[in-house]
């Protein structure tokens, strides 16, 4: 851990954030710290799983290395299937256990970037801790759930993801409120590291209240030849999200990707994006971004930071507008400090091309169903990779909104 | 009354009167071809008909088994049994072909599982028409239409840009479109054609009953589909490219 000045962090407790309308955080209690534990996965509250199972999280475990349920500010399940290589605990545990965690602690993000990021650090808030040994493969997807339970609270976590040299893993998390916490805050820092030769696939699926307001702060470092993947899923309504985690391709031959699909329902205020920082030579990034508006706000970030030689990356950001109303707004950046770097970027914003509708309804479909088949294609066909068991609730999530319109 | 009947239409596309005035008869069981030099209107005559966005109608009437469709929607259209094989059909990302396929025959009454027979089997995962050449856009076209079966089948140069043995596969994929396939006789009916060429190749396949010329959107000429053509094939069309 680099030293950090407690004066600095307790001023930026004010600090309002680079993007995103400022919230006051004494509005909000703070979450609980003792929850009810579940042993077994299986035994949790059917209206909790119901919601787990909307973020893509499954109550039955069966098809994963290991899985973590946070409710507020407290674990209340962990569970670890792999034998070896695999560590999963809470952050808090963690630091006591593992001295060497200390290293990572706060290390990939400043405490002082802004007033959440500084609450989190005051707090000691918890979280995950997930380490994957060098060497080691994971095989099926390590799950997380982080809910929301307490109303008018705010959830601080504090999550930390290693996967070292020559390893790999694929994390699926689901952040989602339970029906009664309709206004509160989540908080999530999350800090990952990546070693040499190694690859970590993160899938993050948001379904909040139409009153929650989401503000995660993350950062991935990167080492030699790794890859990361980053598909951020916003389907159902939010009061607000701001996002921007940031990729930092330190090593040479990293590779990273971010996809965000959101949806932006009426009154949602969504503000999301990617940053990769491309530091090494011959380093690689894809930032995709496809949206759609029924008449909320929606803005769409993406930058590209060229700093050496061979770097190599496009961004493309695309919003489609079914209903007028609200705003959106794309914001592609490149920046670059070398002049061997390759960096393009593409962005739309608009409805959909008559054209396209007219041709579907030739073959027989109305034009609602033209527009259901058009928007899923264009929310799942830009974005490579998603899991499959996503497809069904992006339809569902279209055709609820197709319905409230 | 005739299976589709306009009377005097006038349609702007782009800010600009396309059809200035167009009356024609399509009778039930007729093929008709429509011929005319690039730029005349001929797409723009079947994209209204189908009642694409993209033209207004100002003034005039189209009727379809004797129902006026001037201001009806696309699909209503499609259902009351009319198909179209657009001369450039847009791509639809993310939407494969296979899934337009089975959306088609849902709201049809063709066929599906022949994607083999217009060697289109391996194009069913792939995003209707990115991508595709000129000759698989047609095969891609028809397999659709034949999943649709439609009582009356507009065909925007079915042939223009595919190669020889590609032509073979088209026109007697049309020519099913029409007559049914080989060995059936369609329940005794003849689907209805509207066909726009340039050369007339696709008559080889399909024949044709009579012939319109359109010329800068208006018809100029009205009769016999071969002598139109071999008279066009000696003298041109006898005007400029508008
Ligand atoms: N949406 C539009 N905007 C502007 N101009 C248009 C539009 N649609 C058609 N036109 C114009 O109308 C004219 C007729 O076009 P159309 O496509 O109907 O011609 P065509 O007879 O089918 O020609 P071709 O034989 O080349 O296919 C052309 O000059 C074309 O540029
Ligand atoms: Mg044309």
């Not at chain 1, 380093?283 to 930058?303: C, D, H, L, P």
Request: with cysteine; proline share 3%; charged share 25%.
């Amino acid at each position: 851990m680099t030293r950090i000045d407690e004066n600095e962090v307790k001023k930026a407790l004010d600090k309002p954030a680079a993007y995103g309308e400022d919230i006051d955080l004494n509005e909000y209690v703070e979450g609980d710290r003792e929850v009810e534990q579940i042993e077994n996965i299986t035994d949790t509250p059917e209206d909790l799983k119901k919601r787990m199972i909307n973020v893509g999280v499954e109550a039955d475990d069966d098809g994963k290395e290991g899985t973590i349920l946070f409710i507020d500010n407290a674990m209340s399940h962990c569970s670890n299937k792999a034998q070896e290589g695999l560590i999963i605990m809470n952050t808090q545990k963690a630091l006591e256990m593992y001295p060497w965690a200390r290293d990572y602690y706060w290390s990939a993000i400043d405490p002082t970037k802004d007033k959440y990021t500084a609450k989190t650090y005051q707090e000691d808030s918890d979280g995950y801790f997930i380490y994957v040994k060098a060497g080691y493969h994971i095989k099926t997807p390590v799950q997380t759930c982080m809910m929301l339970a307490k109303n008018r609270s705010v959830q601080n976590l504090h999550n930390i993801i290693i996967v070292d040299d020559n390893a790999s893993l694929d994390m699926v998390t689901g952040c989602t409120t339970v029906h009664h916490a309709n206004q509160a805050l989540h908080v999530g820092v999350s800090e990952m590291f990546i070693g040499n030769n190694s690859s970590l696939s993160f899938t993050m699926v948001h379904s909040w209240s139409d009153q929650t307001a989401v503000r995660p702060r993350t950062n991935v470092l990167m080492g030699k030849n790794s890859n990361y993947v980053n598909n951020y899923v916003v389907l159902d309504p939010v009061g607000t999200i701001q996002s921007f985690p940031n990729a930092y391709l330190n090593g040479e031959g990293a590779r990273c990707s971010f996809n965000t699909m959101c949806i932006a329902h009426e009154n949602s205020n969504i503000d999301t994006g990617g940053c990769a920082v491309l530091n090494a030579p011959n380093t690689g990034a894809e930032i995709v971004s496809r949206n759609i508006s029924y008449g909320g706000k929606m803005i769409a970030r993406g930058k590209l930071v060229g700093n050496a030689p061979g770097a190599k990356a496009h961004l493309e950001c695309k919003s489609i507008i079914l209903k007028d109303g609200g705003v959106t707004h794309a914001i592609p950046e490149l920046e670059a400090s070398c002049s061997d770097v390759e960096m393009t970027h593409e962005a739309a914003v608009g409805k959909i091309a008559q054209e396209q509708i007219d041709y579907l309804m030739t073959r027989g479909l109305s034009q609602d169903e033209a527009v259901s088949m058009i928007v899923r294609g264009f929310l799942v066909g830009g974005i490579r990779g998603l899991p499959t068991n996503l497809q069904s609730e992006i339809d569902a999530a279209i055709e609820k909104a197709n319905e409230g319109n | 009354m005739s299976l589709l009947e306009i009377e005097d239409l006038h349609v702007v596309a782009g800010d600009r009167e396309i059809l200035k005035g167009v009356s024609l008869k399509l009778e039930e069981g007729e093929t008709c071809a429509l011929f005319g030099p690039n730029g005349s209107g001929k797409s723009t005559l079947l994209a209204t008909i189908m009642g694409y966005g993209m033209t207004t109608v100002t003034s005039g009437k189209i009727f379809f088994k004797g129902k006026n469709i001037t201001h009806m929607s696309v699909d209503q259209r499609s259902k009351l049994g009319i198909g179209m094989m657009m001369q450039r059909p847009p791509n639809v990302v993310g939407v494969t072909l296979g899934n337009l396929v089975a959306a088609t025959a849902k709201n049809g009454k063709g066929v599906v599982g022949v994607e083999k027979e217009f060697k289109m089997q391996d194009f069913m995962d792939r995003d209707v028409n990115v991508g595709f050449s000129g000759g698989e856009i047609k095969r891609s076209e028809l397999l659709q239409l034949t999943a649709q079966a439609p009582d009356f089948v507009m065909l925007d140069e079915p042939e223009s840009g595919v190669d020889l043995e590609n032509i073979d596969l088209i026109g007697k994929k049309v020519h099913e479109l029409i007559y049914g396939k080989e060995g059936t006789d369609n329940g005794g009916r003849k689907v209805s054609a509207f066909v726009i060429t340039h050369t007339g190749q696709i008559m080889d396949y399909i024949g044709a009953d009579k012939a319109y010329v359109l010329i800068h959107g208006r018809i100029a000429r009205e009769g016999d589909p071969n002598a139109i053509l071999e008279d066009i094939k000696t003298n041109g069309y006898g005007v400029e490219d508008e």
